[in-house]
């Protein structure tokens, strides 16, 4: 299945008279990464929900394209893989209860097994998985919250501040899922961290 | 600019038109019998503003589809213009059916079922404005508010046309009777003077809706320079 | 496409809810108390006696629809508000179809008010001295009143979940919609009370189950716009 690549062309937001972004053009390939960088209010969160779908733009528009044809808009989802300080997995239901949820509802019956993996290699270990989300610090929060965005190797992965509450450690296990979804998925991280700026292929900057 | 020279012209023969209706309404027509004194008069504003209020959610409801489909701004300018009208009109037609029912019943309030209707149209504007207030987001805002009144028009045709019937009416008989004839027996001087009514008052709203939309129109336009 | 059948992904929403309610109990004790609460001042202070009989008809029904939607409407807007407080909604937007996300919170719903309605009723008829001649027709009419107002209910809750997510304005929105659903219910209750013939209830049904069918209708259309915008 080739890639996917999504471009946005004189995209911005407005609340209420309030700009938010104005007017970014780019392109995310499948094969890059694409850091979003610039300071906080830039419109970086902002950017990856109008390139999720999950905001509409004031202006402008976006488009999915699988080779050179048009990926329809309802379709977007079930391609798409997201992780941004806005998210949230649910409190009451364990690590591995959110992740068997969130695979039913994307039709990927994945054993527990392969999810338990999953969680481990992002440094969430065995004995965490089956307390409440709820009871767990926001550093192991991220990390399934990460595990949520990655589960059904989507084409896109969109990480909004990734390895915020995140310890070095924590930092290298998103270090090593990028380098993971890099060579077929197109990737986009908005960020700050210098360290996560050198990730990518391409960067684009958001100016206040 | 023959547009703003036709606009001009139609809004002169509107005032005119109105100010005939409302001379009409108190020097032509004749008080119809079985009322107190000159109370039915009131017919001449009170039906017309009830008609301006469901005219107004029907012209709300095309929009706010429009809108859905288009997504264009200005559709949904055109919608809380609709609501806006219909809000200020079907308030009228509250106090002036309330003032008629104190001066025929001695009381403002009877819980008629007409009043009910009116009632409740008046609560789904105050909704509609109360739901658009809640959102900073305009593009959220414009289809929440569609969605929202989409959903009231599908609910009140179950007000209008079930909960009625099964009670029992104060209510003169509305023009068009329950079996869907035209009631004639008014006296003609009063039927022309309603139908008069009726044709002021929705060249009233049209006017005012205009006014409304046009406004709407030159803020986008400004918005959209000062962005460029 | 998609691997994973409308039906499917509805149910995984249910049983998601029905997990997450079970857990923390918050929907549950609110509408249970405030039922519960209700109906004790009610039947406390009016009781089976203090109304005249040729009241009793009219009273009766009308106390217990209000005892039920208020109860309704302290815990049925929960189900979208949560999602948006906690910040899960962006997830399940972006894995769940939209319309799966309608049908399992509407089943979920659905199941409260029945739970509501089989706790409140039967401690209302005993506690107020309510004869109900057509106990069949009450159940039919209590049934059909529980699949409109859930519709009435979820549709409402998704869009103030969109707006402040207050209940105060799912109260504002919700009052005149649901307002001529009431009156039918109060109605058919009234003609179920009063007669063991089925045809009693049948014109409230009717309306009642038209307005609901028309309500889930719309809402089937009108979803995936307030969900996603």
Redesign the interface.
Known sequence: MAGISVEFSRV?K???AR?VL??VSGTLRPGEVLVVAGPNGAGKSTLLNIL???L?P??GAVSYRRGDVDVPRR?W??N???A?P????????SAL?NLR??G??????VADATLGGLLETLGLPAREHHR?VGTYSSGMKQRV?LA?AALHAPAVLLLDEPSSNLDAAGHEAVAALVARFRPHAAVAVATNDPREIAWGDARLDLAL | MTDTRVRTALHWLLGAWMALVIAAAFFWAPAAAGFKGESSRIVFFHVPQAWVAVLAFCVNLVASLRYLRTRNPLDDARAAAAARLGLIFSLLATVTGSIFANVMWNSFWNWDPREVSIAILLLVYAAYFALREAVPDEERRASLAAAYAILAFVTMPFLVFVVPRIYWSLHPDTIIGATGKLKLQMESRMLQTLFGSLVGFTGLFFWLYTLDVRLARVRLARREREEE | MRASTLLSESLAVLGKELISELRSRVALNAIGLFGVTTLIVVAYQIGPYQIQEQDRPHLLSALLWIILFFAATSGLSRVFVKEEDAHTAKALRLAARPLAVFAGKYLFNLILLIALFTLIVPLYCALMGYAVRGVAGLVLVLAAGAVALAATATIVAAIIARASGSTTLFAILSVPLVLPLLVMLIQGTRAAAASAELAAVVPALQGVVSLGGAVLTVSVYLFPVVWHD
């Not at chain 1, 806005?86 to 009451?92: G, I, N, T």
């Not at chain 1, 039913?104 to 019956?109: D, I, P, V």
């Open positions: 911005g407005r609340f209420g700009p104005a007017a999720a779908g999950v509409r004031s202006r379709d989802f079930e798409l893989g997201m941004s806005d998210m949230a997995v649910y409190d009451e239901l209860e949820f969130f039913r509802l994307r039709g990927h019956a409440p919250k949520q």
